[in-house]
């Protein structure tokens, strides 16, 4: 079947693109980049590419860069276009618009301004890990990338310790292994976990195993190419209360109040929080 090639109607089209295998693209992103009066992308040239390989002709339309940070005149030029009453189709580098990519500030400015928005949805790498990791997807906290600097991570991975959801990170293969040594020590070594790579490309991999397995397999390899990691939510045994401060009294005889609560409640699975007003409260001797 042909795509539409009828005038679309006014306004701002997100279009999802393949995270990999470039046939992961819906009939409707290809009647959209067919279509579109103006095509505007993260990275012109991967979105020139995916035109090509679906055989649709740029043509005379023209086709601009843009990005959040460095968006203000691309962003005055998109409104133009849409004040004209003409389409404007956005896609991101890969994957969904918006999903850890630029594009919030474009649809703000958009919806600001009254025009329409549209969203043509597709392939995203945290849905895609997620059908794939063996973990719980009934509640589930997209967490982005985590900060680079290692104290930093963990204290952001400390915030997530009580999150009752499978935890969803993208993480650099290089810092892969590192992510999930500190995850082992912030949420605890036998949470569930998974390490989902190169999704729908040809060395797509997905390894499953607790944080501490996960953690030392990945240190033993070089990983390379696009990694979402996903972490189980904890199993929290019921422990009694005296078996919990005895636990923490142990720990602080050896280690700060924080490190104690994160080894406490990673071991035992008890919320961090409680864990760590307990060991507050032990520490101070009251
Ligand atoms: N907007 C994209 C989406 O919807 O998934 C994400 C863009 S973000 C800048 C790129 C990150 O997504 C990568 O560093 C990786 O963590 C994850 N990612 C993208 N493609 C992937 C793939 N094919 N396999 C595994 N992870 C992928």
């Known amino acids: 079947m042909n795509p539409i090639t009828t005038r679309m109607p006014a306004g701002l089209y997100l279009v999802a693109t393949p995270i990999g295998t470039a046939r992961d693209i819906t009939l409707r992103a290809l009647d959209l980049l067919t279509s579109g009066d103006v095509l505007v992308a993260e990275d012109t040239r991967s979105l020139r590419r995916l035109l090509e390989i679906h055989g649709i002709a740029l043509g005379d339309r023209p086709l601009w860069s843009y990005h959040d940070h460095s968006g203000e005149k691309t962003r005055t030029r998109i409104l133009d276009v849409l004040e004209a009453g003409k389409s404007v189709v956005y896609a991101s580098e890969a994957g969904t618009p918006m999903i ?35 973990l719980p997807t009934d509640k589930f906290l997209f967490a982005g990338f985590l900060p680079n600097a290692r104290s930093q991570r963990k204290t952001a991975l400390r915030a997530l310790s009580d999150v009752e959801a499978t935890l969803v990170f993208y993480e650099s293969p290089k810092r892969v292994a590192t992510m999930l040594c500190d995850a082992s020590e912030t949420l605890g070594g036998g949470r569930d976990a998974a390490v989902c790579r190169e999704l729908t490309k040809k060395f797509e ?70 864990v760590y007003q307990l060991a507050l409260k032990l520490a101070a001797g009251t």
């Open 100 to 134: 850890a990519d630029p594009g919030f500030d474009l649809v703000r400015s958009v919806q600001g301004a009254g025009h329409s928005v549209t969203s043509a949805p597709g392939p995203s790498a945290v849905i895609t890990a997620l059908t794939l990791a063996g």
């Open 205 to 274: 991999e997905v390894m499953r195993g607790t944080l501490d397995e996960l953690a030392e397999r990945c240190a033993a390899r070089t990983l390379k190419g696009e990694v979402v990691v996903l972490v189980g939510k904890g199993h929290s045994e019921k422990i009694r209360e005296s078996d919990l401060e005895d636990l923490v009294k142990e720990a602080l005889a050896q280690m700060s109040v924080r490190d104690a609560a994160d080894a406490v409640a990673g071991q035992t699975g008890a919320k961090r929080r409680q």
